[in-house]
């Protein structure tokens, strides 16, 4: 089974703040099929990035994905209010398994 | 639009057997795999188990194995999970998704149902 871990737990920004989010895999994730999701409380997961890096539909270009192998980024160029969530990622190389997620919060 | 309402979601006691369904509307639901996934209360995402298009082919993860069998019904559109030999440990929110086409990541979402198991 691959293990994806997520880092950091908890990243504390301020609106307007670039945001960084790790996704490391403990084998490689074959084809980059590692997919990326946002949850608000309350709410289902909504998909952002598919393929690693190709933007789901109706999703804003400040969201980012990028890596391959066992190393996987999500960048969020500019955080807007309704950005802070937890972010979770997936990969469907090798069966199916999700990251632990990392939350966005307001600092 | 694409619409996925999960229902049967219940208080249950452990041992107990339940059964979710996923009512889909707003695309051929006869086109696409689809699959369930779980939250824990508090806690990450769980892939439980996914369906082919046709039914045929099931896969479910080692921790549901043999307890939760997941089938479909493309005459009603609708998804089922049966929940078998229920423990405490499968409480959680059971989200139905539908895959991405040839892809086993989840482009929608329904809003997911409760289950708990307690005595």
């Known amino acids: 089974e691959i293990v994806l871990t997520q880092s950091p737990g908890t990243l504390s920004l301020s609106p307007g703040e670039r945001a960084t989010l790790s996704c490391r895999a403990s084998?490689?994730?074959?084809?980059?099929?590692l997919a990326w999701y946002q949850q608000k409380p309350g709410q289902a997961p909504r998909l952002l990035i598919y393929?690693?890096?190709s933007r789901a539909t109706g999703i804003p270009d400040r969201f980012s994905g990028s890596g391959s192998g066992t190393d996987f980024t999500l960048t969020i160029s500019r955080l807007e209010p309704e950005d802070f969530a937890v972010y979770y990622c997936?990969?469907?190389?090798?069966?199916?398994?999700f990251g632990g997620g990392t939350k966005v919060e307001i600092k | 639009e694409v619409q996925l309402l999960e229902s049967g979601g219940v208080l249950v006691q452990p041992g107990g057997s339940l059964r979710l369904s996923c009512a889909a509307s707003?695309?051929?639901?006869?086109?696409?795999?689809m699959s369930w996934v779980r939250q824990a209360p508090g806690k990450g995402l769980e892939w439980v188990s996914t369906i082919s298009t046709s039914g045929g082919s099931t896969y479910s993860a080692d921790s549901v194995k043999g307890r939760f069998p997941i089938s479909r019904d493309n005459s009603k559109n609708t998804l089922y999970l049966q929940m078998n030999s229920l423990r405490a440990e499968d409480t959680a929110v059971y989200y139905c998704?539908?895959?991405?086409?040839?892809?086993?990541?989840?482009?929608?979402w329904g809003q997911g149902t409760l289950v708990t198991v307690s005595s």
């Open positions: 998704a539908r895959d991405a086409l040839g892809y086993y990541y989840f482009d929608y």
């Open positions: 997936q990969q469907y190389s090798s069966s199916l398994t």
């Open positions: 084998q490689s994730v074959s084809s980059s099929y």
């Open positions: 707003g695309f051929t639901f006869s086109s696409y795999a």
């Open positions: 393929g690693a890096s």
